[in-house]
């Protein structure tokens, strides 16, 4: 379920997970952090999101990059990240983050 956040509680998030802010914006590792502080906040679940989820953000057209710093660092508005919808469908109930759960490979020795 979506919640609206005042300026007050977008500030305090952002203090509270030592986030320095460029020109008033977030980079997109920074607002992943944002993001997996909302699901934290909103749906009582512990999920890390990472760059990549901010990259489909953009791809998918969820996302306007406010400023393109150089090739590799992109800056966000902080309204648009707090306004991004959370996947808590995705998520397997119960189930460690991707890549945890994933079967082991056996390793053959060389003859």
Do not use: C
Request: no cysteine; charged share 30%.
């Amino acid at each position: 379920m979506k919640r609206e956040y005042t300026e007050e509680e977008k500030t305090t998030i952002i203090q509270k997970l030592g986030i320095n802010l460029l020109n008033g914006m977030l980079s997109g590792g920074q607002a992943a952090q944002v993001l997996s502080r909302r699901a934290e906040i909103e749906i009582g679940r512990v999920h890390k999101y990472r760059e990549g989820t901010i990259r489909q953000h953009v791809k998918n057209g969820r996302l306007e990059i406010a400023q393109k710093v150089h090739d590799r660092l992109n800056l966000f508005k902080i309204d648009d990240v707090f306004a991004l919808p959370l996947s808590p469908t995705r998520w397997r109930s119960g189930m460690p983050s991707k890549g945890k759960h994933r079967k082991k490979t056996k390793t053959h020795a060389r003859t």
